[in-house]
Nanobody, 128 residues
Framework: QVQLAESGGGSVQAGGSLRLSCAVSGIRFSSNCMGWFRQAPGKEREGVAN????????DYADSVKGRFTISQDNAKNTVYLQMNSLKPEDTAMYYC?????????????????????WGAGTQVTVSS
């Protein structure tokens, strides 16, 4: 059974930092695409960052480039999202997702449709 468990969300003031974690079980972790997504109230879910665990290549949404960093720990089957310089507009439910195929990651804009498994999400709230 595939499980993705996010943690690390919370409430911070603008300019602060949070690190989200996504613990993965039930799938091969070392050769697939993992993504972080977010959804704010009343808005569509959007891709934030992705990483291919086979080679470590990463990509980011323009809105988070230079502020967020996605990384992996193969020994722990965990993907992280380090979020710095947080802004109120980063407030959203954050989800991690996994693509079970061995294909390269899709683009940030299209990777939603390639994901096979999703976590339940963790809330991030940034106050001004």
């Amino acid at each position: 059974q595939v499980q993705l468990a996010e943690s690390g969300g919370g409430s911070v003031q603008a300019g602060g930092s949070l690190r989200l974690s996504c613990a993965v079980s039930g799938i091969r972790f070392s050769s697939n695409c993992m993504g972080w997504f977010r959804q704010a109230p009343g808005k569509e879910r959007e891709g934030v960052a992705n990483i291919h665990t086979g080679g470590g290549s990463t990509d980011y949404a323009d809105s988070v480039k230079g502020r967020f960093t996605i990384s992996q720990d193969n020994a722990k089957n965990t993907v992280y999202l380090q979020m710095n310089s947080l802004k109120p507009e980063d407030t959203a439910m954050y989800y991690c997702a996994a693509d079970e195929s061995w294909a390269p990651c899709a683009t940030i804009e299209t990777m939603t449709v390639t994901m096979d498994h999703w976590g339940a999400g963790t809330q991030v709230t940034v106050s001004s």
